[in-house]
């Protein structure tokens, strides 16, 4: 059986320190209730390739991001 995501493990380790405090005003990358709270706009923007602002992730990450969320968002 593979292995769940977990926030701390699978998806904390994907956003950027300059990621984190460009999205201060909105939510906190690093913490697991703000991603979680926001995880739907958060892939959204992901997947549509307007977060980061500097560059679009890779499309594996994109998918990390929602099967992570699919499968509970475990922390």
């Not at 059986?1 to 201060?24: G, H, K, W």
Request: with cysteine; net charge negative; aromatic share 12%.
């Amino acid at each position: 059986m593979a292995q769940q995501l977990s926030f701390v493990r699978d998806i904390r380790p994907l956003f950027r320190d300059r990621d984190i405090r460009s999205m201060q005003f909105a939510f906190d990358l690093a913490s697991y209730d703000d991603v979680q709270e926001n995880a739907e706009a958060i892939y959204a923007a992901l997947a549509a390739g307007q977060m980061p602002c500097d560059s679009a992730w890779a499309d594996e990450d994109v998918r990390r991001f929602r099967s992570w969320l699919d499968n509970g968002a475990l922390p």
